[in-house]
T-cell receptor, first 111, second 113 residues
Framework: KNQVEQSPQSLIILEGKNCTLQ??????????LRWYKQDTGRGPVSLTI?????NTKSNGRYTATLDADTKQSSLHITASQLSDSASYIC??????????FGKGTHLIIQP | SQTIHQWPATLVQPVGSPLSLECTVE??????LYWYRQAAGRGLQLLFY??????ISSEVPQNLSASRPQDRQFILSSKKLLLSDSGFYLC????????????FGPGTRLTVL
């Protein structure tokens, strides 16, 4: 069964600090992996999309990595800001299910 | 890029009442359209998807139905709401590109009492 597991489930860090969110998946065959940011009560917004051949991709202070061999991805946030408080969802495209969503990591940035 | 509109933003309905949520898309033509439900503490669950006018595929058996009367309009309906229908409903759109990137609407918060 295709699965996407995210960790940690929730995270609290101080403003200005860095953090890394993890995503492990079992989706096969793999097509691409996306990270979304979802503010409370809003729809998800795409941060990055990576294919099999891409190891790292940045979008401002967000950097995503992908290891297709170990089926792991991470999202690194640098110099966190209060506006980074949100849920971050890892989504993998591939396999019979099409898209498989993780449950998300709830990130809180404290001043 | 695509813009997804959803309304209403919030809705409180009694059990047994009907439901109609609307989604419209701007900035693209012939999109694939999706309805998701997001329950608290859980991932997004795909309810329906549509590849064209009048074409609806259901992912899970449920109390809800979907219709696509126009190319860029997607409607989620129910004849009689259940308590378990409460949740955050998201409409999404994508095109048949390499990434099939999905763009999400702002969502509708439905509470069934």
């Amino acid at each position: 069964k295709n699965q996407v597991e995210q960790s940690p489930q929730s995270l609290i860090i101080l403003e200005g600090k860095n953090c890394t969110l993890q995503c492990n998946y079992t989706v096969s065959p793999f097509s691409n992996l996306r990270w979304y940011k979802q503010d409370t009560g809003r729809g998800p917004v795409s941060l990055t999309i990576m294919t099999f051949s891409e190891n790292t991709k940045s979008n401002g202070r967000y950097t995503a990595t992908l290891d297709a061999d170990t089926k792991q991805s991470s999202l690194h946030i640098t110099a966190s800001q209060l506006s980074d408080s949100a849920s971050y969802i890892c989504v993998v495209m591939g396999g019979a299910d099409g898209l498989t969503f993780g449950k998300g990591t709830h990130l809180i940035i404290q001043p | 890029s695509q813009t997804i509109h959803q309304w209403p933003a919030t809705l409180v309905q009694p059990v047994g009442s009907p439901l109609s949520l609307e989604c419209t898309v701007e900035g693209t033509s012939n999109p694939n359209l999706y309805w998701y439900r997001q329950a608290a503490g859980r991932g997004l669950q795909l309810l329906f998807y549509s590849v064209g006018i009048g074409q609806i595929s259901s992912e899970v058996p449920q109390n809800l139905s979907a219709s696509r009367p126009q190319d860029r309009q997607f409607i989620l309906s129910s004849k009689k709401l259940l308590l378990s229908d409460s949740g955050f409903y998201l409409c999404a759109s994508s095109t048949d590109s390499n990434y099939n990137e999905q763009f999400f609407g702002p969502g509708t918060r439905l509470t069934v009492l």
